[in-house]
């Protein structure tokens, strides 16, 4: 089991960036699929960006050449780096951790998520 704590958000203008991070604290995270989710006020939570040993990294259509996901094991630590921000990507963002059992049941942990405001 791991637990995760998301820091980094904050009001941007539209064009600025933001770089979130995701701590994580127990064992075998470095084997874990990782990912950064977010929802929007009133929308269902969707995913942003993911890093899996089995798909490498995905990003949504919507981040697309705007926003970098990376991973550094050894700090046991997600990021998320975001540039070119829209008003659309207001949300709050949420760090995921999770892996599927031997049995074949998912485990997924989040984090408590931190919230992101483009706004001028």
């Known amino acids: 089991q791991v637990h995760l704590v998301e820091s980094g958000g904050g009001l941007v203008q539209p064009g600025g960036s933001l770089r979130l991070s995701c701590v994580a604290s127990?064992?075998?995270?470095?084997?874990?699929?990782t990912g950064w989710y977010r929802q929007a006020p009133g929308k269902q939570r969707e995913l942003v960006a993911s890093?899996?040993?089995?798909?490498?990294?995905i990003y949504a259509d919507s981040v697309k050449g705007r926003f970098t996901m990376s991973r550094d094991n050894y700090k046991n630590t997600l990021y998320l780096q975001m540039s070119s921000l829209k008003s659309e990507d207001t949300a709050v963002y949420y760090c995921n951790a999770g892996y599927t059992t031997i049995w074949g049941t998912r485990l997924d942990f989040w984090g408590q998520g931190t919230e992101v405001t483009v706004s001028s």
């Open positions: 890093i899996s040993s089995g798909e490498g990294t």
């Open positions: 127990g064992r075998g995270f470095s084997t874990y699929d």
